[in-house]
């Protein structure tokens, strides 16, 4: 007793791994003693066992829903011109009709301008809602390329185009953060519009995250704060799409957006960039490591003295200072460094077996209003099926496993042979 009197009634922990046993049980009747044998441990590894199989199964059945709602997405977004064709369509009609009308109603007052407006496009409203409808649920069925033939048939559309017809919108604004990184991400997607004949400008907004210099991402805990801002301005008709990394975005969006594209995925692996050692492992061999939280995202080695990927990007210096000494090795996603042409100073690319890399990293997303149903027509190009299964697999067991900025969690999907793996 006046042992744990020194102890300041600490309470004190005995492991007892010896046969036959070397511990009282009956020690566990005294305050703050806590007495555990092999069989104890064994119940604790069985337990934590049986629960992590229980989470793997939760996961399972989350990735395959995930799955599926991404083919429907898929099969859905193939009728999407139709459904343009066929308001553009309507809408035509309505102006000739009403400028017909104004012949015969001679002159009319502001308000019954906007009357008619209004009631014209109640009734057109009320005349496409049963065929689009209707179109969006056959997407899934067998019969949905008869019932989108017979729709265009009915009305008259015009053979079916996979990209928009041009001149529906003369500019189109592209909202982004100033980061080198990112205005990167965003003049990619610029020459790809501007290939196909459209005029693109880009907004650059200042995000929460930008702002926050001196603290780490994780400790904020604010979902969102490279991008909410830009879907402020998103929301407020200030720009016409936002071009994301999509390991930034959050697994929820507002029902206000919708992701028109996620574009054909870089190497999704994470990269070990330093001066002084050629492999990560030479590094391991020197250093005791810890697991931690890399960035705002992802869990991965956090090495003793390596900066992490949130804090090194931010404040743009990274390469410099992995080359000044100051911290003997960086970890980066390696599909930046080859986006900014920096590939020369990488060592290795870290196996995702060894460190899982962040969910959705590699990839870039265009995000859009979720009524605007030609701008999603006009970024479906770039739309890739194999980077949009992935990466809404990766993102699905992030949300349904609570991940964020608090919970580090990997998550890396391949397709192999038509497989989703």
Not at 119 to 134: C, E, G, Q, R, S
Request: net charge negative.
């Amino acid at each position: 007793m006046k042992f744990l009197q020194r102890r300041k009634n600490r309470p004190m922990f005995f492991i007892d791994i010896a046969v036959p046993r070397d511990v009282d049980p009956e020690m566990n009747r005294l305050d703050g003693i806590f007495v555990y044998d092999i069989d104890d441990l064994q119940s604790v590894v069985a337990s934590n066992l049986s629960d992590r199989k229980s989470e793997a199964d939760r996961a399972e059945h989350i990735v395959e829903a995930e799955v599926d709602r991404c083919f429907a997405r898929f099969n859905e977004k193939d009728i999407v011109p139709t459904i343009v064709s066929l308001q553009e369509q309507i809408e035509t009609i309505r102006q000739a009709e009403i400028d017909r009308a104004r012949g015969r109603l001679g002159a009319m007052t502001p308000e019954q301008e906007m009357a008619v407006d209004g009631l014209t496009k109640a009734i057109v409203n009320k005349i496409l809602h049963t065929p689009i409808t209707t179109l969006k649920s056959a997407a899934h069925e067998a019969e949905a390329n008869t019932l989108e033939e017979t729709i265009r048939r009915i009305f008259n559309l015009k053979p079916k185009l996979q990209e928009r017809p041009a001149g529906i919108m003369a500019r189109l604004r592209i909202g982004s953060r100033g980061s080198q990184l990112a205005l990167w991400q965003a003049n990619h997607v610029a020459a790809l519009l501007r290939e196909r004949g459209h005029e693109v400008s880009i907004e650059v907004i200042k995000t929460t995250g930008d702002k926050i210099t001196e603290v780490a991402l994780s400790k904020v805990g604010t979902k969102g704060m490279f991008t909410k801002e830009i879907e402020e301005a998103l929301a407020e008709k200030r720009i016409d799409l936002a071009v994301h990394s999509l390991k930034d975005l959050p697994t929820e969006l507002s029902g206000e957006f919708t992701l028109a594209a996620i574009l054909p995925r870089e190497d999704a692996r994470d990269a070990f960039v330093s001066k002084k050692f050629e492999r990560s492992d030479l590094f391991l061999n020197m250093h005791v490591w810890e697991r931690a939280a890399c960035g705002a995202r992802h869990s991965c080695e956090r090495f003793v003295r390596i900066w992490s990927e949130s804090a090194a990007w931010q404040r743009g210096y990274a390469l410099a200072e992995a080359g000044s000494g100051e911290f003997d090795a960086i970890i980066l996603a390696a599909a930046g460094l080859k986006r900014l042409g920096l590939e020369e100073y990488v060592r290795e690319r870290l196996p995702v077996d060894r460190m899982c890399p962040a969910a959705g990293q590699g990839a870039l997303a265009v995000e859009v209003r979720a009524g605007d149903s030609v701008t999603v027509q006009v970024i479906s190009f770039m739309d890739d099926v194999a980077s949009r299964a992935t990466t809404s697999c990766e993102r699905a067991l992030l949300n349904g496993l609570g991940g964020g900025c608090q919970v580090p969690i990997g998550a890396h999907a391949e397709v192999h042979d038509s497989e989703l793996m």
